[in-house]
Structure formats: structure tokens, C-alpha cells
Nanobody, 125 residues
Framework: QVQLVESGGGLVQAGGSLRLSCAAS????????MGWFRQAPGKEREFVAT????????DYADSVKGRFTISRDNAANAVYLQMNRLKPEDTAVYFC??????????????????WGQGTQVTVSS
């Protein structure tokens, strides 16, 4: 089991920044690739960003490329999402997730084994 707890969400004006954190406990954190997903009201959960267990590779959704940065600290058992130049369409509940195994299908929510409860991000126009 891996327990994940997100923090750092809140209300911000368009153009502002937030940094989300996800603290992990349980099994060895460095065994897992980590991802961030988001879900807006009435919409399906969508991929935002992912990072390989070693931190050596990352991927982003096209909608956040150049604005969001994912990083991890295996010594601290944490993954982060720095969000800059936020837009109203970034408003959603943001979830972190952990994925064991291969790096493939890393953008697919069903591929992830463990999920946090989510943190709300609201961007006002």
C-alpha cells in the first residue's frame, strides 16, 4: 500500500502560480512512477504530468506544457507540481497517483495503482 496526500491547492487569479505537493508513505516511494491528474466538474479525469521513478523522464499534457513543472524528491517521499501562468480552465481537483511497473501507458489513469484524495485548485478570471 502507498498512501498519498496532496496539499497546496487554493484560489488564485489568472496568471498566478501555485505549487502542489504530494506526500507519500507506505511502500518504497522510489519504486513508483508518479503522476498528476485533474478532474473538473462534469468532466472526466485527465492526465496532467508524470515523472519516472528516477526523475530522469517527464511528460506533460499539451494543455500545460511550458506552464507546469513536475518534480520529485525521493529522499523526502514527495512529488510536486509547480503551476505557473494559471488559466481559468485549469480549475479542477488535482490528484497525485503512483504507478508501479513499466513506464509505458503512463498517461492513462487506469494504469495507476494508488491515488490521493485530491486538492482543489480554482483559478478566477
Amino acid at each position: 500500500q502507498v498512501q498519498l496526500v496532496e496539499s497546496g491547492g487554493g484560489l488564485v487569479q489568472a496568471g498566478g502560480s501555485l505549487r502542489l505537493s504530494c506526500a507519500a508513505s507506505g511502500r518504497t516511494f522510489s519504486n513508483y512512477h508518479m503522476g498528476w491528474f485533474r478532474q473538473a466538474p462534469g468532466k472526466e479525469r485527465e492526465f496532467v504530468a508524470t515523472i519516472r521513478w528516477s526523475g530522469s523522464s517527464v511528460d506533460y499534457a499539451d494543455s500545460v506544457k511550458g506552464r507546469f513543472t513536475i518534480s520529485r524528491d525521493n529522499a523526502a517521499n514527495a512529488v510536486y507540481l509547480q503551476m505557473n501562468r494559471l488559466k481559468p480552465e485549469d480549475t479542477a481537483v488535482y490528484f497525485c497517483a503512483a504507478k508501479a511497473g513499466i513506464w509505458g501507458n503512463r498517461m492513462s489513469a487506469p494504469a495507476y495503482d494508488y491515488w490521493g484524495q485530491g486538492t482543489q485548485v480554482t483559478v478566477s478570471s
